[in-house]
């Protein structure tokens, strides 16, 4: 049987779908993540001093290195298994302990990675989380923790996947530095189904951060365009003020223009990349099929009320962003017709006046033929009777009736032999 030619990337492409796995956790048990990115001004990550410092890691529990082209891992290093991921803009670490610390949400869990290699981490903390994961209690024990561990006013807490665990968590860093979550288990919840638990709410955790960075670009960058906005508003009233020269207002624009252009490239990323991750975290909610907890606000009412106006926050500004660049443009638009009609006016008078001049100058060339006439004429006149006067005796003519007779052939001859000259010039 004839065998069908692969394409060179149909192994990986169906590898990439089973590539991050989802960790096995059973209660009791904790796990420790955190996010960090070595990207700068939304530049691409150093992804070789990322591998290398993850490299230290293995190496400081003698484990083996993955293959090179590895861009996760996920195995035992001494008692607890750490994942590791790489993604475009940032890098994750978990760790899963299977025990329970005597106080909860104490940040032992994180002590798997040793304090010199945090130190010299190649980058910048996105986001951690402590999670404790607990079998579960009749429902009064739940709620008791709950008030203990979190702050009330925040706190949100669902059941989940069909009655498959309860979770909480309220959003706010503790003394660590950490965001804390519970999660409470049946017996009958499979480890699978524990660490997609887990693995869901670490990503809503790192992708809700992410999103958020495009929040902080966002206030930033509302102060700069209150500036824009004035100015452009100022320049376009300027239009109906005839004062202000059109090419002065244009270059006005211009300037703005380039200001706004800039702008936009400086936020088009992340506030694209704040959409993306967005809508990451509404679909991870999604899948977790959440019904309440006791009357408590679920992770969806809470990422409503506090995630969703941030994001419209974003959206909003990118919006205006490019309603202003519009503007920018329409106002452009109108500043160059009227340069163009100022320019066509100029233009005219321009020609009016080179008109005038032409028909002065066409005067004064007549006036100059005319005396041209007269001067040639009598130099012309000269000469013929210094000619003639010898043979005036013969014909019996005086000198004065001779020069009579001469001044009109002469002075004819000459303007006849200026207009000659004058239409070969013409032609």
């Not at 040793?114 to 079998?135: C, F, H, K, N, Y």
């Not at 955790?205 to 930033?220: C, H, I, N, P, Q």
């Not at 906005?229 to 270059?251: M, Q, R, Y």
């Not at 200001?259 to 967005?278: I, Q, T």
């Amino acid at each position: 049987m004839a065998h069908l030619i692969d394409h060179p990337l149909r192994h990986a492409t169906a590898s990439e779908l089973h590539a991050r796995p989802f960790p096995h956790i059973s209660a009791p048990a904790r796990a420790a993540f955190f996010a960090y990115t070595s990207a700068q001004n939304d530049s691409g990550r150093r992804e070789a001093a990322d591998r290398e410092h993850f490299l230290r890691l293995l190496d400081h529990y003698g484990v083996a290195h993955p293959a090179d082209t590895e861009s996760h891992f996920f195995g035992q290093l001494g008692e607890v298994w750490i994942k590791w991921e790489c993604h475009t803009e940032f890098v994750t670490y978990t760790a899963f302990v299977d025990d329970l610390s005597d106080r909860a949400f104490d940040g032992s869990e994180f002590s798997v990675f040793p304090a010199a290699w945090q130190a010299d981490l190649p980058g910048t903390t996105l986001s951690s989380t402590s999670i404790r994961v607990e079998e579960d209690q009749d429902t009064q024990s739940i709620k008791n923790k709950l008030e203990d561990w979190f702050v009330s006013e925040s706190l949100a807490a669902s059941r989940v996947l069909d009655s498959a665990a309860v979770i909480a968590g309220d959003y706010r860093m503790d003394d660590n530095g950490n965001m804390r979550f519970a999660v409470f288990v049946p017996a009958s919840t499979g480890r699978r189904r524990v660490g997609r638990i887990v693995q869901r709410l670490n990503e809503i955790e790192v992708y809700k951060t992410m999103s958020m960075l495009g929040l902080m670009r966002a206030r930033a960058l509302s102060v700069e365009l209150n500036s824009v906005d004035t100015n452009l508003s100022a320049l376009v009233a300027d239009l109906a003020d005839d004062k202000v020269p059109a090419e002065d207002n244009l270059n006005g624009l211009l300037k703005l223009s380039a200001d706004l252009e800039g702008h936009s490239a400086a936020v088009a990323y992340r506030f694209s990349a704040s959409k993306a991750y967005a809508a990451i975290v509404a679909q991870r909610i999604e899948v977790l099929r959440e019904t309440q907890f006791e009357g408590r606000q679920t992770f969806r009412e809470f990422m409503m009320r506090r995630f969703d106006p941030a994001m419209r926050t974003v959206q909003a500004l990118d919006s205006r962003l490019q309603d202003l660049i519009s503007r920018a443009i329409r106002t452009g638009d109108l500043l160059r017709t009227r340069v163009d009609v100022e320019r066509q006016t100029q233009n005219q008078e321009l020609l009016s006046s080179m008109n005038r001049r032409a028909d002065a100058q066409l005067r004064l060339q007549r006036t100059v033929e005319g005396l041209s006439v007269v001067a040639i004429s009598y130099y012309a006149t000269g000469l013929s009777l210094y000619v003639l006067a010898p043979f005036s005796g013969l014909i019996g003519l005086s000198k004065g009736v001779l020069t009579a007779a001469v001044v009109p052939l002469v002075v004819g001859a000459v303007y006849v032999a200026l207009r000659q000259i004058r239409k070969r010039i013409a032609h």
